[in-house]
């Protein structure tokens, strides 16, 4: 990342601490806080029995479900639903679980990201990785997000962040017209009701579920329990990604569009999509160090990171930013891309640990990483040397 990129980066990351500083402390977030502790714990120790009352709730509320041992058993399925539908555009929402997977790069065809962070990314095409997980332009001042947006979409719009927002709006609306396919994330997933829990501010996930066909992809880590367990999550997520104790839409989805106004008659394919596919993800999770798989991706670790701050989104691995994301990289690839995230850039110093809401020792769990990626021959060349000097002249100079 460029210099000046990293100080708007950092004027960012200084406005997510002021927001989220005023409410974080209160007795109410405290409780949530220690609560979904409790949720995330619970789910990791009950996996295997949640997914399995999922699965049942999914087929009850209609939903289909498939499973995607990898990335590319994910893509594939992916693959197969579009030639179902011969889609040549889709809407896809924010999702760091389809940025794990690579689909952008994956499908030749136009796929449209509806989140305004991610489609001026889309728009700069070059060095376009997100570098938070709730802001990913973060690090582009406006008068750089004019230049994008003006020389990709061909217009001439003002350094005014309100019409760049309806110039992209605009485009995006455009493109989106004939779309009969969407795709999003998901935020949690509750294993007794079986609902898919999104949050958003922009209203971007309601225009993605209204196509034909609607496809979810998650990680088995996002199921929780209840639906109560799952609004906890995300308002959690919520008030240390943003400051704001709710987002402006929360979108709970149990099944297709349907209707039941006629005869009380259902019907399906009313508004919303008249199929809901969710594609469960392991791609490693099984494997995965528990606490790992805690995570709410609110990224306030980063934001408190010195090396996230110093270095920007070379510490981390695709979507996954910082040193939970080096640590994820290890079972989602291999030691090889563990070590080249920036295994060896961590500080240890802990501060990501003390300010994230669940407490996840990343800096333990690096320093664990870095003795399997020294047994498996990935270290940093002068700690070889260091080695050498000490085994052949006692000393490490």
């Known amino acids: 990342m460029k210099n000046s990129e990293l100080e708007t980066m950092r004027k960012s990351f200084d406005t997510v601490k002021r927001r989220s500083s ?5 007795p109410s977030i405290k409780r949530l806080t220690s609560r979904v502790r409790e949720i995330k714990k619970y789910s990791f120790d009950n996996k295997d029995e949640l997914l399995n009352q999922v699965l049942e709730s999914f087929k009850r509320n209609d939903i289909e479900y498939k499973f995607a041992q990898t990335s590319q058993d994910a893509l594939n399925i992916i693959d197969e639903l579009i030639d179902e539908y011969d889609a040549k555009v889709i809407a896809k929402a924010k999702s760091n679980t389809l940025g794990e997977i690579g689909l952008k790069d994956h499908l030749d065809i136009d796929v449209v990201e509806t ?9 700069k095409k070059e060095d376009n990785k997100p570098v938070h997980p709730t802001g990913p332009a973060s690090h582009l001042n406006v008068c750089e997000i004019t230049s994008i947006v003006n020389e990709s979409l061909d217009d001439d719009v003002s350094a005014e962040p309100t019409e760049i927002m309806k110039a992209v709006r605009r485009d995006v609306l455009k493109r989106l017209e004939s779309a009969r396919v969407g795709i999003s994330g998901a935020n949690a997933i509750a294993s007794e009701e079986g609902s898919i829990v999104m949050v958003h501010n922009e209203g971007n996930i309601s225009i993605v579920s209204l196509k034909d066909l609607h496809i979810i992809v998650a990680g088995i880590d996002k199921i929780v329990p209840t639906l109560e367990d799952a609004i906890s999550v995300v308002k959690l997520e919520t008030v240390f990604a943003t400051g704001s ?5 929360m979108n709970v989805v149990s099944g297709p569009s349907k209707t039941a106004d006629i005869e009380k008659k259902l019907i ?6 008249e199929r809901v596919v969710v594609i469960l993800l392991d791609n490693g999770r099984s494997d995965a160090i528990e606490e790992c798989l805690y995570c709410i991706g609110c990224g306030n670790c980063i934001v ?3 090396v996230y701050n110093a270095v920007g989104n070379e510490f981390g691995f695709n979507n996954y930013l910082g040193g939970r994301g080096v640590a994820m990289s290890k079972f989602i690839e291999d030691d090889e891309t563990c ?8 500080t240890l110093c802990g501060l990501c640990t003390l300010n994230c809401p669940l407490a996840i020792p990343t800096n333990e769990i690096i320093e664990n990483m870095r003795k399997l990626s020294a047994d498996a021959g990935f270290y940093p060349k ?5 080695k050498e000097n000490v085994s052949k002249r006692d000393s490490p100079y």
């Not at 005023?22 to 209160?26: F, N, Q, T």
């Not at 002068?382 to 260091?386: F, S, W």
């Open 22 to 26: 005023s409410i974080k402390d209160l």
């Open 245 to 249: 104790f709710v987002t402006s839409y």
């Open 304 to 306: 408190h990171c010195p």
């Open 382 to 386: 002068a700690h070889y040397n260091i």
């Open 115 to 123: 989140d305004l962070g991610d489609r001026i990314l889309q728009l």
């Open 339 to 346: 070590f080249d995230s920036g295994l060896y850039m961590c």
């Open 268 to 273: 399906k394919n009313m508004y919303g999509a």
